[in-house]
């Protein structure tokens, strides 16, 4: 399975893809990394592994439709399959969305539907659950729709928000569960046993 990578960061999930690769764990490949900023560490990752590249601003197009449109043209060149959203902080083209359908995944620092949304990313959902007063936090991957956050949930794993974490403790605690799940639903996806019907996702 052919995978375009977006991030915005660091890419540490992105590394944890290539790690799964590399050890054989997930039937798959990168042919691409995307980018909004660019100077993420994502980029030198990518570099370091060969991975072919591409920066896209919105301030580089007149309109978020030319945006997609480079954006697709991209993915084609790479035989892009499936995509992964991994830290990327902005939201998807619809007509890209569109165009993969049930083929783009997002990892979310949080149990979906709790803490999702416009403006929940990175520290601002661990600073919320600890506000909260919440028990329980984790991640979810979900597919992609053309709502922040909205599309159908695919795998979650929860952990216990302990009485003295801090939101930056807490965040690293989430981001070793998002270093485990992201490459098991990948796994599940590019060995053909997850199953969409509607709003319903299973894996088999």
């Known amino acids: 399975m052919n995978i375009a990578v977006f991030a915005s960061g660091r890419g540490s999930n992105f590394q944890a893809i290539l790690d799964a690769i590399n050890a054989g764990f997930l039937p798959a ?119 922040y956050d909205r599309g159908p949930i695919v795998l979650q794993k929860s952990l216990r928000v302990a009485p003295d974490d801090t939101p930056d403790s807490l965040a690293a605690k989430v981001l070793k569960i998002e270093h485990e799940i992201l490459p098991l639903a990948l796994k599940a996806f590019a060995e053909g046993r997850v199953k969409i019907e509607g709003r319903k996702v299973w894996i088999m």
């Open 29 to 147: 490949r990168i042919t691409v990394l995307i980018s909004n900023n660019s100077d993420a560490g994502a980029f030198k990752i990518a570099h370091k592994y060969n991975i072919p590249t591409q920066h896209f601003s919105q301030k580089m197009f007149f309109s978020e439709e030319t945006l997609a449109d480079a954006m697709l043209e991209v993915l084609e060149k790479y035989h892009t399959e499936f995509i992964v959203l991994a830290g990327y902080l902005k939201k998807i083209p619809v007509q890209v969305i569109r165009q993969y359908r049930n083929r783009i995944i997002n990892i979310h620092p949080a149990l979906l539907p709790s803490f999702g949304g416009l403006g929940m990313y990175g520290h601002y959902v661990h600073e919320a659950v600890i506000a909260s007063g919440e028990k329980v936090s984790g991640a979810t991957i979900h597919l992609v729709d053309e709502e």
